[in-house]
C-alpha cells in the first residue's frame, strides 16, 4: 500500500499561484508513477497531470500547459505542483494519486489509478 498525503491548496486571487506538495509513504518503490486529478463541484474528477518515477517523464491536460509544472523529489518520495496563472475555472479540489502501472501514467484514466490522497481545496477567485 502506498499512503498520500498533499498540502498547499488555499485561497488566491485569479493571476496568482499556489504550489502543492505530495508526500507518499509505505510501498513507495513500487510507484510507476504519480500525478494530479481535480473535482470541480458538479463535475467528474479529470485529470490534470502526470510524471513518471524514474525518468520524470510529465503528461499534461491542455488546460493546464504552460501554467502548471509537476516536479519530483525522488529522496523525500514527494510530488510538487506549481501552478501559475491561476483562473476561477482552475477552483477544485486537487487529488494527489500514483499508480504502479506504468502504462497508466500518460493515460490518466482514473481508474487506472490505485492510490490517492484526501484531496486539498484549491479556490482561485475572479
Known amino acids: 500500500q502506498v499512503q498520500l498525503v498533499e498540502s498547499g491548496g488555499g485561497l488566491v486571487q485569479a493571476g496568482g499561484s499556489l504550489r502543492l506538495s505530495c508526500a507518499a509513504s509505505g510501498r513507495t518503490f513500487s510507484m510507476a508513477g504519480m500525478g494530479w486529478f481535480r473535482q470541480a463541484p458538479g463535475k467528474e474528477r479529470e485529470f490534470v497531470t502526470s510524471?513518471?518515477?524514474?525518468?520524470?517523464?510529465?503528461y499534461y491536460v491542455d488546460s493546464v500547459k504552460g501554467r502548471f509544472t509537476i516536479s519530483k523529489d525522488n529522496a523525500k518520495d514527494t510530488v510538487y505542483l506549481q501552478m501559475n496563472s491561476l483562473k476561477p475555472e482552475d477552483t477544485a479540489v486537487y487529488y494527489c494519486t500514483a499508480s504502479s502501472v506504468i502504462t497508466a501514467i500518460p493515460r490518466g484514466r482514473r481508474g487506472e489509478w490505485a492510490y490517492w490522497g484526501q484531496g486539498t481545496q484549491v479556490t482561485v477567485s475572479s
Open positions: 510524471i513518471t518515477w524514474n525518468a520524470g517523464r510529465t
